[in-house]
Structures are given as structure tokens and as C-alpha cells.
């Protein structure tokens, strides 16, 4: 059993930066591939990235690529996701998510999932 909290959300105007957090909770954190989605009003949770358990292997959203950066630390079992020229468009509720299997892009392959944290673009 994992539990992931995130934190780190808030509002911040187009450009700016953030960086989320999402800190679990188990001895095995080291074992799990690490996802975040996110998910604005009235649309789908959406793919966003995804780190492999050694954090060889880093995946992105089209949308975030280059902006992005998903990292971990699993001495302190938690990952992050360092938001850099945030968009408007990038306002959603973010979450972390937790497989214990290869790295993947769709959201139904994982497992355990944080109860999110709010960003708030604003133009």
C-alpha cells in the first residue's frame, strides 16, 4: 500500500513557476514508476509525466515538454514537478500517481493516486 500527498499548488501569473511535491508514504517508494496528470474543469484526466523507478526513464506530455521537469529523490521517498513558463491552460488540479510497473502514459495503469493539489494560472 502507498499514500501520496501532494503539495506545492497555488496561483501564479502566466510565466511564472512552481513546483509541486508529492511525498509517499512505505519503504518500497524506490520499487514504483511515478506519473502526474492533471485534470481542468470538465476535461479528462490528462497525461502529464511519468519517471521510472531509478528515474532513468522520463516521459512527457507534448504540451509540457520543455517547460516541465519531473524529478525524484528516493532517500526522501518523494517526486517532484518543476513548472516553469506556466500557461493558462496549465490550470488544473495535479496528481500523483504510483504503479509498480514500467513506466506508462495512460492513467487507468496506475495504481495508487494522491488527492491533488490546485494550479491556478492566471493571464
Known amino acids: 500500500q502507498v499514500q501520496l500527498v501532494e503539495s506545492g499548488g497555488g496561483l501564479v501569473q502566466a510565466g511564472g513557476s512552481l513546483r509541486l511535491s508529492c511525498a509517499a508514504s512505505g519503504r518500497t517508494f524506490s520499487s514504483y514508476s511515478m506519473g502526474w496528470f492533471r485534470q481542468a474543469p470538465g476535461k479528462e484526466r490528462e497525461f502529464v509525466a511519468a519517471?521510472?523507478?531509478?528515474?532513468?526513464?522520463?516521459y512527457y506530455a507534448d504540451s509540457v515538454k520543455g517547460r516541465f521537469t519531473i524529478s525524484r529523490d528516493n532517500a526522501k521517498n518523494t517526486v517532484y514537478l518543476q513548472m516553469n513558463s506556466l500557461k493558462p491552460e496549465d490550470t488544473a488540479v495535479y496528481y500523483c500517481?504510483?504503479?509498480?510497473?514500467?513506466?506508462?502514459?495512460?492513467?487507468?495503469?496506475?495504481?495508487?493516486w494522491g488527492q491533488g493539489t490546485q494550479v491556478t494560472v492566471s493571464s
Open positions: 500517481a504510483a504503479r509498480r510497473a514500467i513506466l506508462s502514459r495512460t492513467a487507468h495503469d496506475y495504481d495508487y
Open positions: 519517471i521510472s523507478w531509478r528515474g532513468s526513464t522520463l
